[in-house]
């Protein structure tokens, strides 16, 4: 017998006589695993339960016939493809050429033959493995596991049947030649198995990745959530991810590797899988001209990628040139700036020296998430999950001149700009009232205080 017969594989057996049921198992379980139904509708319900590798039903039975068990669960579960082979007692050539004629694998006669019946048993379940592996291997990448582009735009179709929108996500390490000409391919393509591992993490069981070649990889992903709430935990991951790439090349602190991410949107930016991979590209392509390591929606990308190819834009001056280089920050569309601390304490410090100047009123928010132990971040830097969930809580309720940072494992903090005491409680209110919509409402408590910049 093969290999693959060999293992233990689930075969359902469905016959109205006992005597043959008895005389299947005892043919059948010392290689694989037999489960025995007395009848189509109890195969049925096997079948749904078990989810067998091969089904072995007699044709003639009182109530529901082999064939009409045949018909029904093509039809009740056409994506499991089963093999099947039906049993009788006729040994005429008619039934067997209308049991293949109506998609069987394989005819099997009484009495049964127990050396003809695992021989069918062998071919049919060996037959199956050979598709199956020809399907991998068509479909997924061979280093990484992962789907290939003709696979993931089959994933993306069946995506968009029930998701509104759904992100396409081009992504690829900044620097990678670089680093597999220095350090081999072998380390390279570690690198791009943790890569990988990661990016299936950041799809969370929801979205699917493909590797398009090299270290270029696509991400469909469904958006749920705001655009710039989406973006956070892209480059919130992101961080993550770069941290663990470059452990792989143990010079974690040498920063070699970083990522790029350039985000196309179904159904605005197109609608069709190609259409939205190749705006996904040119976000990256982008990204990679203008300083690289960053993530950006097309959308963002569309006026600046016309201007950097207009040949009629005027000149201009070297102040606007360094304003717009230098001083100018990218705030996303909607929603809060969301800074590292010191860029916070200095702004919380110049606003406390200019109070009194006729800036306007401002408010200083604190927020105190009381995170167990175990679910606070292992690395420096890295948000925990309950922060990353409070960010995406918050954001909804603040707005785009508003200001907010985390201080350590424990505290959001946010200014609010022509805000006073009174609007404190309902902006606070609002936050938490999303809050504990979130997964981790229940065992991380958050308290906050506010108080006016004086």
């Known amino acids: 017998m093969s290999d693959f017969a060999s293992r233990r594989k689930k075969i359902l057996v469905i016959d109205d006589e006992s005597m043959f049921l008895k005389v299947a198992r005892h043919i059948l379980e010392e290689y694989y695993i037999v489960l025995c139904a007395r009848s189509g509708e109890e195969g049925l319900s096997i079948m749904r339960r ?6 072995m039903v007699d044709i003639k039975m009182p109530g529901m016939s082999g064939f009409e068990f045949f018909n029904m669960m093509k039809n009740l579960a056409p994506e499991k493809d089963i093999p099947v082979i039906f049993m009788t007692a006729n040994d005429g050539h008619e039934m067997e050429a209308q049991s293949l004629e109506m998609g069987a694998d394989d005819y099997i006669t009484k009495p049964f033959v127990p050396a003809v019946m695992l021989s069918r048993v062998d071919s049919v379940l060996a037959r199956k493995d050979k598709m199956m592996s020809l399907e991998v291997s068509a479909t997924t990448d061979s280093l990484t596991g992962v789907w290939n582009r003709v696979a993931l735009s089959r994933k993306f179709r069946e995506m968009i049947s029930a998701y509104k929108r759904v992100a396409v996500i081009m992504t690829d390490m900044d620097n990678f030649k670089s680093v597999n000409d ?11 198995v943790e890569y990988t591992r990661c990016l ?14 090299g270290d270029e990889f696509a991400l469909c992903i469904p958006i749920m959530s705001l655009d710039e709430v989406f973006r956070f935990k892209c480059v919130d991951a992101m961080k993550e991810i770069t941290a663990r790439i470059n452990g792989v090349v143990g010079r974690p602190e040498d920063g070699m590797l970083s990522l790029s991410g350039g985000i196309a949107i179904y159904p605005r930016d197109g609608e069709d899988f190609d259409t939205l991979m190749d705006k996904a590209d040119k976000a990256l392509y982008y990204i990679k001209e203008h300083g690289k390591s960053a993530v950006k929606f097309y959308y963002e990308c569309t006026d600046d990628i016309k201007m950097d190819r207009s040949q009629e834009e005027a000149p201009k001056s070297s102040m606007e040139v360094f304003k717009e280089n230098v001083l100018t920050a990218k705030f996303p569309p909607r929603g809060a700036f969301d800074v590292d601390f010191n860029d916070f304490k200095n702004l919380y410090s110049f606003l406390s020296r200019n109070a009194d100047r006729g800036i306007g009123d401002c408010l200083l928010m604190k927020f105190k998430l009381n995170t167990p132990e175990d679910e606070k971040s292992v690395e420096q830097g890295l948000r925990t999950p309950a922060q990353r969930a409070f960010f995406e ?3 909804p309720s603040l707005r785009k001149g ?23 409680d309902t902006v606070a209110e609002r936050i938490l009232a999303s809050w504990e919509k979130t997964d981790f409402a229940d065992r991380v408590t958050v308290t906050y205080e506010y108080e006016m910049i004086k």
Not at 50 to 55: H, N, T
Not at 203 to 209: I, M, P, S
Not at 403 to 421: N, P, Q, R, S, T
């Open 182 to 192: 220095r350090f081999g391919h072998e380390m390279g393509n570690r690198i791009l």
């Open 200 to 213: 299936e993490r950041l799809c969370d069981g929801n979205g699917v990745v493909g590797r398009m070649g």
């Open 402 to 424: 508003d200001v907010g940072a985390f201080y350590g494992d424990e505290y959001f903090l946010i200014l609010l700009f022509k805000c006073g005491e009174a609007d404190a």
């Open 50 to 55: 078990e989810d067998p590798d091969l089904i």
């Open 393 to 395: 809580a918050a954001l």
